[in-house]
């Protein structure tokens, strides 16, 4: 994996780069849709690419995991030939999934016991056979397995995860080395920084995941219930020690809000279900605010979805048929609004790299966040 | 609206023809995907239109006199404006849901009063009624409102509802010659033909429905229990005694055998929603077959979903990434399970037309037939 800084904003630390991968190039600030099962959920794979330009997708190591399991991965030759999606893909190391949706039973210095959300069956995650398992998935950027505390953890706790997610992440890396890619291209892996709010941990962390010479970095356990001014402080202290060329990737981040602020610092990688699942509940992130499109004041508003926005849905449907599709529980309304909000991210990070290349960032980011934040 | 029968195949009662509505023209014979609530579910409009060529939809008259309701759909300008789907369209009259779907709580000579599935609200359905609602609805065809009995019941009770039904239609009738189109353009009204299994009964409203100068010409009542032999049997009786200058929609039906038994005993147009609602249950229609997608045997099938099939998800996706998408209950399973399925119905009704132009309808029949209801 290669990556080119190309343009730092003046008057600020956006930055505008390229990665090269084995799959295709990917142009930075970037947002990556996340396809949690091996797809971005209610999107064709033609539109994604096509119509929302995805550049990059997200997998969920956990769920493929579970179901279709890497008997079936491997056998297919990889995740992009299973699924059929043939750009860059980034697996995460199943590390919150098992904290999170499953049952995790037990989590000791060896890995995290846990039960399956489907059936209840058994499994053990360590950082050893996480890096096993996302070298059968093949995805082309892999995650560190690491322990993600909750954004109000106090210091003591935060301190001792910090120490495991460590300790955890040097064996991952020894993993790494010991293993090949199985499908005949190279696969990255991310260390990634924690800390919760602790400045003095973030830097700790910064410096410790430098010992890993990796292709990028990531920074884990923000948005995770903390305030946001305290993620953006935690960027900047993070990224301040974080090696300049190299990409940083913010994880599992956010309103378009939290996206154009942590660009601004300096962050070039960016994945957030919010697009799709808010999507799917009628939330619609337009270039002239956010709807909520299950009320009231949208029922007899004929206009198009967004007619400055990108997608071809923008303009095919209405907001009042788009009202009338969720109130009436219909799939087209999750796939209009899916297809929309992740076309709506992927141009608002296209535009954001348009004004860092420009020179122009730091004026176009409080205009145009007045605009898209603004409730309709 | 304009029918020319072009062609009728040798040695069968299969006819090609065109149908010229105000919002484009049909070639039959022609399967209607059926768009419940104005979607075709699982099917964004540019893929219905592109990729399936879906030439005319059905919407049900019941489902949006509910939701959004003739106000709203006024205030669009009628259906096609509130749906964006801008090619023919055909509501049904909603007799058939108010008997299925709602709580028909009592049907007398007025019409039928009932209880909306969504929030029990009370409601009166009267041939009248239902022809002003499909008037401020729009679609280019209109339906007639009948009772349609069970395909067992008995002789007395098909002969007392084929009476109703056809006093009801007078009542239609007139109500259509009282009105006029909201839009500025034409709504056909099409009678329909019902009597159960009864020759005699199906033969006497097959000529009833002729004193009505219809643009067109219904079969009711069919596939609702019956064993498939009658149905045939009386699709050949009715169509004896219909005139041959007009187009004979046969109402649900069917699998792709049903459909093309019917076209064989000339057959214009059809609707169902089994290309969708079995699609979203795992039911795939291939030109080598029907799958259970959910089947073990899918599992490692990296085969493309049906590489003779005209959808571009026939060669974008694998049986087994399909499969891991039903089982991993993912919306996307259902969108591609549906465009493919409306497809291979459109692909199938093509395939019919053709080769009723050619003349080789009789024997293209019988072996297109052993090869599409195989399982596989």
């Given at each position: 994996m290669f990556f080119e800084l190309q343009h730092t904003a003046r008057g600020t630390a956006a930055r505008a780069g390229r990665i090269e991968t084995a799959h295709g190039s990917i142009e930075t600030p970037i947002f990556m849709p996340v396809?949690?099962?091996?797809?971005?959920?209610?999107?064709?794979h033609r539109d994604l690419k096509e119509d929302a330009r995805a550049q990059i997708i997200l997998a969920n190591t956990y769920h493929l995991y579970l179901r279709p399991g890497t008997q079936v991965l491997e056998q297919a030759g990889g995740v992009h030939r299973f699924s059929g999606w043939d750009g860059p893909m980034l697996t995460d190391s199943g590390g919150f999934q098992v904290f999170s949706?499953?049952?995790?039973?037990k989590i000791d210095e060896e890995g995290c016991r846990f039960a399956s959300h489907i059936d209840g069956s058994k499994h053990l995650f360590t950082p050893e056979n996480v890096i096993d398992t996302q070298r059968s998935i093949g995805a082309d950027i892999m995650m560190a397995f690491d322990e993600c505390p909750p954004g109000t953890a106090p210091k003591e706790y935060a301190e001792r995860s910090l120490e495991l997610t460590n300790r955890w992440l040097a064996r991952c890396w020894e993993q790494y080395e010991r293993t090949q890619p199985k499908y005949g291209y190279r696969q990255s892996l991310f260390p990634i920084v924690q800390g919760v709010t602790y400045p003095d941990l973030r830097e700790r962390s910064a410096t410790f995941v430098q010992r890993f010479p990796a292709d990028g970095y990531a920074i884990g356990?923000?948005?995770?219930?903390?305030p946001a001014e305290d993620m953006y402080r935690m960027i900047e202290v993070t990224n301040a020690v974080l090696p300049r060329d190299k990409p940083r990737y913010l994880m599992g981040v956010g309103t378009p809000a939290n996206i154009l602020e942590a660009i601004e610092r300096g962050v070039d990688m960016f994945d957030c279900v919010m697009p799709t699942r808010n999507g799917r509940n009628g939330m619609i992130f337009t270039t002239e605010g956010i709807i909520?499109?299950?009320?009231?004041?949208?029922?007899?508003?004929?206009?198009?979805?967004?007619?400055?926005?990108?997608?071809f849905v923008d303009a095919a449907y209405t907001k009042a048929y788009l009202r009338h599709l969720t109130i009436s529980g219909e799939m087209l309304a999750a796939q209009i609004a899916s297809l929309h909000n992740v076309a709506f991210y992927l141009w608002l990070v296209r535009e954001a790299r348009r004004h860092i290349l420009d020179d122009t960032f730091a004026e176009w980011k409080p205009r145009i966040l007045e605009k898209i934040t603004k409730r309709l």
């Open positions: 396809g949690t099962a091996a797809t971005v959920k209610g999107i064709l949706l499953a049952d995790c039973r356990g923000l948005a995770v219930g903390e909520n499109i299950r009320n009231e004041k949208w029922r007899t508003d004929f206009s198009p979805l967004d007619p400055a926005a990108p997608s």
